[in-house]
């Protein structure tokens, strides 16, 4: 079946500790994303790419780190620096046809702090 | 800064009536406009895609655009209780240094009655 993996679907962090949240898809689409969601609130970007070997910061970048090392995996390390990390977190693809830009979506990672 | 606004609800309809969601946004050269339907604790699914002015129909849901007044709409006629869900407006916006990304709202609450 084609479709985004993500990984863990559950996650916890220990002050001052980097996790990585993985991303894979099947789907042969050029672009990714990771967005963040909290309670009540809607999707916020933090880094999408659309090429392998680069990426692009969106609104909330600030303590995060993305590499797209392969078409294919796209992870997001939340660091340190992140001081408000528990949100839940989901990655998403899309081709570039802009006649058909959907996002499809992961089934998300909840990250919690310890 | 770009926005996508949404009334967050609750937004509450009987059974068999009409759930009118709307969504209103800021950046006038956005071309793509999406409706995902999030159930709690699930990732977004695409309910609806609108490119152009006027209305978009499939199913019991219609998508409604209109440009000049930067506005979207989403109509759910026979509303059913499987229908209660958190319903996202997203827009094609600029992102970052380059590039487009989607731009969600907070969303809608959507609650129908039995």
């Known amino acids: 079946d084609g479709g985004i993996t993500q990984s863990p679907k559950y996650l916890f962090r220990k002050e001052g500790q980097n996790v990585t949240l993985s991303c894979e898809q099947n789907l042969n689409h050029d672009a990714m994303y990771w967005y963040r969601q909290d309670p009540g609130q809607g999707l916020r970007l933090i880094y999408y790419?659309?090429?392998?070997?680069?990426?692009q910061k969106g609104d909330i970048a600030e303590g995060y780190s993305v590499s797209r090392e392969k078409k294919e995996s796209f992870p997001l390390t939340v660091t340190s620096a992140q001081k408000n990390p528990t949100a839940f977190y989901l990655c998403?693809?899309?081709?570039?046809?802009?006649?058909?830009?959907?996002?499809?979506f992961g089934s998300g990672t909840q990250l919690s702090v310890l | 800064q770009k926005e996508v606004e949404q009334n967050s609800g609750p937004l509450s309809v009987p059974e068999g009536a009409i759930a009118s969601l709307n969504c209103t946004y800021s950046d006038r050269v956005s071309q793509s406009f999406f409706w995902y339907r999030q159930y709690s604790g699930k990732s977004p699914e695409l309910i609806m895609s609108?490119?152009?002015?006027g209305d978009k129909e499939d199913g019991r849901f219609t998508a409604q655009l209109n440009k000049a007044s930067q506005y979207v709409s989403l109509l759910i006629r026979d509303s059913q209780p499987s229908d209660s869900a958190t319903y996202l407006c997203a827009v094609n916006s600029l992102s970052g240094n380059s590039g487009y990304a989607l731009n969600f709202g907070k969303g809608t609450s959507l609650l129908v009655t039995p």
């Open positions: 790419s659309q090429i392998v070997n680069d990426f």
């Open positions: 609108i490119y152009s002015n």
């Open positions: 998403a693809s899309s081709t570039l046809d802009s006649s058909n830009e959907k996002l499809f």
